[in-house]
């Protein structure tokens, strides 16, 4: 085998799975938990890849909080166990993580060289396991991405959508700036770099950026999928939209005010370009099968 997925389950997992060809497999957290060492080996040696795409994950930002073992058995042991299984067996690893690392306090995008600070347990999860990944395996890809959006599992669009249609009037942050990331733009990517691999190709490993542009905020972002949703025939009217500020929005975890990503590395030595968000939310919202 050539390619094998992990966490299959999840947004962007999904999507690498329905684009897989032969020779590539995927599988969910049912079939392989990456927190188990024993489950990690029978899967690497029934399948015997050449690159695994690790796309499981802990993505709860909040519940994080309050389940912080959870977290970082999921986000920061699990890869580490996975790193240290493919270094036996001389796989490759793409691993996916997040904007979360940061603090969101610089005036620019994050470059990926910049240094980590991130405000809780779900960033602090991530970056142990980006370390850990380093650590045990140098032929490596990090990705970092931020706002994920697809047709696939719970997601700003979906809620965006669900709340058009219940309320009159929404009340969104404005000062949170970031890239929205289409779910099927990143597993395309991930793929396209796995699949070189195992073509003979030689990848500059490290940790990279991929995330959507332009920049928008949260409020942008929603005004945005509001118009989108009345041309596709989603939603009758737009909801009227008051911007607010993080501090009027308390949640259970701190979010970065800048969660811009900066993809000049990205662009550079992948060849891979931002995607246009706008363009894949409207193509999203336009696909008869899709049930936001």
């Known amino acids: 085998m050539s390619i094998l997925v992990l966490g299959a389950g999840g947004q962007v997992g999904r999507e690498l799975a329905e684009m897989l060809e032969k020779g590539e497999q995927a599988l969910t957290r049912n079939e392989v938990d990456i927190t188990e060492p024993e489950s990690i080996a029978a899967a690497l040696d029934a399948h015997r890849p050449k690159v695994v795409i690790n796309a499981a994950a802990f993505t709860g930002v909040d519940a994080a909080?309050?389940?912080?073992?959870?977290?970082?058995?999921?986000?920061?042991?699990?890869?580490?166990?996975?790193?240290?299984?493919?270094?036996?067996?001389?796989?490759a690893l793409l691993h996916l993580s997040t904007d979360y690392v940061f603090d969101?306090?610089?005036?620019?995008?994050?470059?990926p060289a910049d240094a980590v600070n991130p405000l809780g347990v779900y960033g602090r999860s991530k970056v142990a396991g980006e370390v850990a990944i380093r650590k045990a395996l140098p032929a490596h890809l990090i990705l970092r991405t931020s706002w994920v959006f697809g047709r696939f599992g719970a997601n700003f669009v979906k809620t965006m959508l669900r709340l058009a249609r219940e309320r009159?009037?929404?009340?969104?942050?404005?000062?949170?700036?970031?890239?929205?990331?289409?779910?099927?733009?990143?597993?395309?990517?991930?793929?396209?770099?796995?699949?070189?691999?195992?073509?003979?190709?030689?990848?500059?490993?490290?940790?990279?950026?991929?995330?959507?542009?332009?920049?928008?905020?949260?409020?942008g972002f929603a005004e945005a999928v509001f118009a989108e949703a009345m041309h596709a025939g989603?939603?009758?009217?737009?909801?009227?939209?008051?911007?607010?500020?993080?501090?009027?929005?308390?949640?259970?975890?701190?979010?970065?005010l800048n969660s811009q990503?900066?993809?000049r590395d990205t662009e550079a030595r992948l060849g891979l370009q931002a995607p246009d968000w706008l363009t894949a939310l409207q193509k999203m919202l336009r696909d008869r099968d899709f049930g936001g």
């Not at 580490?80 to 796989?91: Q, S, V």
């Not at 969101?104 to 470059?111: K, M, N, Q, V």
Request: some cysteine; charged content about 25%; glycine content about 8%.
């Open 104 to 111: 969101g306090r610089s005036d620019t995008p994050y470059a």
């Open 234 to 256: 989603l939603i009758a009217r737009a909801p009227r939209v008051e911007a607010i500020t993080t501090a009027d929005y308390p949640t259970a975890a701190r979010r970065p």
């Open 261 to 263: 990503l900066d993809m």
């Open 168 to 219: 009159d009037a929404l009340r969104i942050v404005d000062d949170q700036v970031g890239g929205p990331t289409p779910a099927a733009a990143l597993a395309e990517a991930l793929l396209t770099l796995a699949r070189r691999r195992v073509a003979g190709a030689k990848l500059p490993w490290g940790t990279y950026h991929f995330a959507g542009a332009p920049p928008v905020s949260w409020r």
């Open 65 to 91: 909080e309050s389940a912080s073992e959870q977290a970082m058995a999921v986000n920061g042991d699990g890869p580490a166990k996975l790193a240290e299984a493919c270094a036996r067996r001389d796989i």
